[in-house]
């Protein structure tokens, strides 16, 4: 294994391009439902469609990764992204919009999974976080111009301009990653699906994934919609909502010097503070400013948080790793689905400072089960064994019979 992955920046533009296309959503749900002469809840439909194939896709592209490598699935999935993203352009309707954004998320369900992956195939345990601290400071950036340039564009071109964007940049990446060269996949003992499965600390943290996924993912999505129902523009609730992106850039950059000195239970617990104070500012006292306040630290909850999180999912399953990360993305995106969905009443009702004080008592639980789950697996315990028995010439425990309670 290496300490960075090799063509980094491919996969930091695979996961760019899919953070740009799941975001840009957000700032123009307004506007494509007054376009298409719908009610805000059915026109966040396309924002619940998109993540929920994003999450219902991921075993698929994870098996499919572990079988017939970690490359060709992704230059597949981007190819077809390309696809989705420019029906969705060309959408003459609410339904047929709904429908296109679907299956768009669901191809470009493995952009994201695959990138973490592939880092988790290429990078040695002891440096596996700041990799993805890199990786995630490009999805950070797709998130924040996804934003910024979708309430612009929308709001003075054109809202279907916004979905087009990243359609051609998927066709562009689904060729350029040809260079990309495929890392040598460990053997597996029987079937991915049937490994990953049999994991018990795989089902804990998708649980983990699932709420977290509803909380911030989920409710997130009626940020601007809040924004606006105070008098902001589409053009000012994405430049505010990109505050998150912001946060979430910076935040990964801190994450990376601190992950070293902290263990991931401080930095879980930092970013669960940041998720419960961000909603109860914005339930609180809801204006443009606060709203603000609220982006960037549900963007510092991201980083701390998830990020770390998500590179739990990485140690988990070694063997089937593609398809152990695919089955955290869908329940993290299940989870978004399921949180946008459950809120749009109270969004289409104007009733935000109740959906963010919700959110803002679901994050306690969520940073409870995500730091207690994180200290009983090993405080940073999982990498360093296996840095120490690769380097006694030992073979890679195997979470199936190898947990971290019987190897401690």
């Given amino acids: 294994m290496t300490t960075s992955p090799p063509r980094g920046g491919l996969l930091c533009a695979a996961g760019f391009v899919s953070n740009f296309d799941r975001f840009s959503i957000a700032p123009m749900l307004v506007l494509i439902g007054s376009a298409f002469g719908v009610p805000l809840g059915t026109a966040a439909l396309a924002a619940s469609a998109y993540t929920l194939g994003y999450g219902l896709a991921q075993p698929a592209w994870g098996m499919a990764s572990d079988r017939f490598g970690r490359v060709r699935v992704m230059r597949l999935s981007l190819a077809a992204s390309a696809a989705g993203a420019l029906a969705s352009a060309a959408a003459p309707g609410a339904g047929s919009l709904v429908a296109a954004r679907g299956f768009t998320g669901a191809c470009f369900a493995a952009a994201i999974a695959g990138s973490l992956t592939y880092v988790g195939d290429t990078v040695a345990p002891d440096g596996r976080q700041r990799a993805l601290g890199t990786l995630m400071t490009a999805f950070a950036l797709g998130t924040a111009l996804a934003t910024v340039v979708a309430g612009a564009l929308a709001h003075w071109v054109s809202w279907r301009l916004v979905f087009a964007l990243p359609g051609l940049l998927a066709g562009y990446l689904a060729l350029a990653l040809h260079r990309l060269p495929e890392p040598v996949l460990a053997p597996r003992a029987g079937g991915a699906l049937r490994t990953v499965l049999r994991s018990r ?208």
């Avoid at 850039?249 to 998720?275: D, N, T």
Wanted: proline content about 6%.
């Fill in 201 to 408: 600390w795989q089902w804990y943290v998708m649980g983990v994934a699932l709420l977290e996924g509803g909380v911030l993912l989920g409710c997130f999505t009626y940020l601007p919609p809040a924004l606006e129902s105070l008098g902001a523009g589409p053009a000012t609730a994405g430049a505010v909502a990109a505050l998150y992106g912001v946060a979430a850039m910076g935040g990964a950059q801190v994450v990376r010097r601190l992950a070293g000195r902290l263990g991931p239970v401080a930095l879980i617990v930092a970013g669960g503070v940041q998720l419960t104070l961000a909603y109860a500012v914005a339930a609180l006292y809801p204006s443009l400013v606060t709203l603000g306040l609220s982006a960037l630290l549900l963007g510092g909850g991201w980083a701390f948080l998830h990020s770390t999180v998500q590179a739990w999912a990485t140690l988990l399953v070694p063997t089937a790793r593609a398809t152990g990360v695919a089955f955290f993305g869908v329940a993290l995106y299940l989870g978004s689905a399921l949180g946008t969905g459950l809120a749009a009443g109270s969004a289409q009702l104007g009733r935000f400072q109740g959906l963010f004080g919700v959110a803002a008592v679901a994050s306690v639980p969520l940073t409870a089960l995500a730091a207690y789950g994180r200290r009983r697996y090993g405080d940073g315990g999982p990498p360093r064994r296996e840095g120490a028995r690769r380097a006694a010439g030992l073979r890679p425990s195997d979470p199936r019979t190898d947990g971290p309670a019987r190897r401690r």
